[in-house]
């Protein structure tokens, strides 16, 4: 579909980019030494490190991802919020004070506090860089995702133009303008996803639903005589192919030229008109059989019974009724199914009409239930979500770092305490966000992380402006502190502790700014290269590696005496290679990123956590046993 830009929406855009820079160019003058740059000197108050660490935690696969994946899979996508938010017990009661009382500026400080040992700087350093660019991917495709409607520019200007403004904040001022971006973005999100709400129970639910100026969009029917046959009763039409799945039929119809393809539906003997977007094999893409500029793919979500009526209409709602009239209706979801046809790849797009009681618990994206069809893998696969999302906090290295921007442990466990208490709230807004896009017609299919901001939008410009800086915000706050985290372990972690070569204060300061527009560089790239993903799905990959890398050596080292440097070193490198490798086997990575639709990959299950974890335990465990320090017995 397309975009129209807005002169408003640009000039807030430009406003809080502008102040953003601003913040990056006041505090660059403090950021002198190595602590100023690296840790904001550890002089944050408690208090607005928290708002801060909310503002970090709150990235693009929350506020983003979240919301469209509540808006196509309904609580099944809130299971992402319950899994970030419980993820922070372990941050809170495991890791929050010790790292602040081992480290100075990085993971790595705390891990090797009692070894000193060039093998943890080493594998710590690199476990940091490979998190954080497996985090900076979904950042960088929330960006490209959200200028294409803000600024009307395509997306990969959007990745240059949010990797090029975090490096001049990175470049300039470090941790604290950081810091002050992540609290400023963390508060405004906060109050005007609360904004949102009020505005979308307010505006009740329709079955037929205004997006703004676009008018909700009926889908054509063709009437069939025998649905065995599959003959149309318009006798001028002609059905060229057909494709069965298990859930659904497809044909393929060519009218008046165009290529049109429909879903049988065998209780209404009638062919419905479905979306689908065809990737050319010689370049190119086509919404619907017409190229993109002609507005071809809807905007679409609706309820096509309310309240027990076909044309029910509710009027203002409170939070309580909105969820309950959803309960009670029913809700046309959109299930995606992908077609090899010749070279080309056919996503078609077909509508779902669900009871929204099954909306509202789980079992429509992740299948947990055996009645739902759910096999032994599936409920394996929802499992390892599930614990990556729940241990991937507390091994993050831009949020452990946080820990080491304020003055004490106790300012480190109060500011973990707010942090929650934010977060949590945020999360419930999440749910009635993505809720309110699946009623109110304004899913981009081919793009469910734009949900929350078309969302905004078709409240008015000036709401749908405000939303959208924010989120870019949200994007800058995020990547900054991903980009501080990695030029950390390079220049602290790999230069000057494992390689020994001896920098000054303002050296460390100088390799880390090089660091962080290298950095900034790999992370445009990749935003390239997994343009179109849900961004809460790639979070769940870095949650993934981060719990299989880092966890398990920090529990161990704080609570098991007998760990030593070796078994470390062995976990972490097992950590990243089961987790990575499992994920580039995976059905998912098959599909969508290397386009292998009609192939099966080597691994069953799509999230790594449930083997990568334990056997990153197993090998610091068995490794730390063969390699005690022998007793001298005289």
């Known amino acids: 579909m397309n975009y129209q830009p807005s002169p408003w929406a640009i000039g807030i855009f430009l406003f809080f980019v502008s102040f953003v820079l601003f913040i990056s160019y006041y505090y660059a003058k403090k950021a002198k030494s190595a602590k100023s740059y690296f840790s904001a000197g550890g002089s944050i108050h408690w208090s607005v490190n928290g708002i801060a660490f909310a503002g970090d935690y709150l990235s693009a696969a929350s506020f983003l991802g979240i919301c469209g994946m509540i808006s196509i899979a309904g609580y099944d996508g809130f299971l992402y919020s319950i899994g970030y938010l419980a993820g922070w017990i372990v941050a809170l009661f495991v890791v929050a004070e010790p790292m602040k009382r081992l480290g100075k500026y990085t993971f790595a400080d705390a891990l090797d506090a009692k070894f000193n040992s060039k093998g943890i700087q080493l594998f ?42 975090v490096i001049i904040i990175v470049a300039t001022a470090g941790m604290t303008s950081t810091t002050y971006v992540q609290f400023l973005k963390g508060g405004l999100l906060i109050v005007f996803s609360v904004v949102l709400t009020i505005m979308i129970v ?22 069939l005589v025998d649905n065995d046959s599959l003959e149309l009763v318009d006798s001028s039409l002609m059905i060229t192919d057909t494709w069965e799945f298990d859930h659904v039929t497809l044909v393929r119809i060519f009218i008046d030229g165009r290529e049109t393809i429909w879903e049988v539906n065998n209780e209404e003997n009638v062919l419905k008109e479905t979306l689908f977007i065809t990737a050319l094999s010689g370049g190119g893409t086509l919404y619907n059989g017409a190229p993109k500029e002609d507005a071809q793919f809807f905007q679409v979500g609706h309820m096509s019974e309310v309240a027990g009526s076909e044309n029910g209409e509710t009027g203002p709602l409170n939070p309580f009724t909105f969820i309950e009239a959803i309960k009670e209706g029913t809700v046309v979801l959109w299930e995606k199914q992908k077609i090899q046809d010749g070279e080309d790849v056919i996503t078609v797009y077909y509508q779902n009409p669900t009871e929204g009681s099954k909306v509202l618990v789980p079992g429509l994206k ?64 999440t749910m009635f966000m993505g809720l309110g896009a699946m009623v109110n017609g304004v899913i981009d ?61 303002k050296g460390k300061v100088r390799a880390g700014k090089i660091a962080s527009i290298g950095v900034g560089v790999i992370a445009m790239l990749l935003g390239l290269l997994f343009k179109g993903m849900n961004v809460s799905y790639l979070v769940g990959w870095a949650f993934a590696v981060a719990a299989s890398a880092n966890l398990p050596a920090i529990i161990m080292m704080l609570f098991w005496k007998k760990t030593t440097a070796k078994g470390i070193i062995a976990s972490i490198g097992v950590g990243i290679v089961s987790a990575i490798g499992i994920i580039l086997l995976s059905q998912k990575t098959y599909n969508e990123v290397y386009h292998l639709v009609d192939k099966v990959a080597p ?32």
């Open 124 to 165: 710590a350093g690199i476990s940091t860089l490979v998190v954080s660019m497996f985090y900076l991917i979904p950042q960088m495709v929330g960006a490209g995702t959200l200028v294409e409607p803000l600024l009307g520019i395509p997306y990969w200007a959007g990745v240059l133009m949010v990797g090029t403004i």
């Open 202 to 223: 307010n505006k009740g639910i329709s079955t037929s639903p205004q997006n703004g100026d676009v008018p909700y969009h009926e889908f054509k029917e063709l009437a």
């Open 366 to 429: 992740f299948k947990v239930d055996s009645e739902r069809g759910a096999t032994f893998t599936d409920r394996l696969d929802f499992m390892s979500l599930m614990l990556a999302l729940f241990l991937g906090t507390a091994g993050l290295p831009h949020i452990l770092i946080r820990y080491y921007t304020v003055p004490t442990p106790s300012a480190a466990r109060k500011s973990t305490i707010v942090a929650i208490a934010g977060i949590g709230f945020f999360y419930i807004l």
């Open 445 to 505: 299919l081919s793009n469910s992380n734009m949900s929350a901001p078309l969302l905004a939008k078709s409240f008015g410009i000036g709401i749908f402006a405000i939303i959208s800086a924010i989120a870019f915000a949200t994007v800058l706050g995020t990547v900054s502190g991903l980009i501080v985290a990695s030029s950390g372990a390079v220049a602290h972690d790999l230069m000057d502790r494992f390689m020994g070569i001896k920098l000054s204060d």
């Open 603 to 634: 691994i069953p299950i799509n999230n790594p956590a449930i083997i990568s974890v334990p056997l990153s335990f197993i090998t610091i465990i068995v490794v730390s046993l063969l390699t005690q320090k022998k007793t001298v017995t005289e």
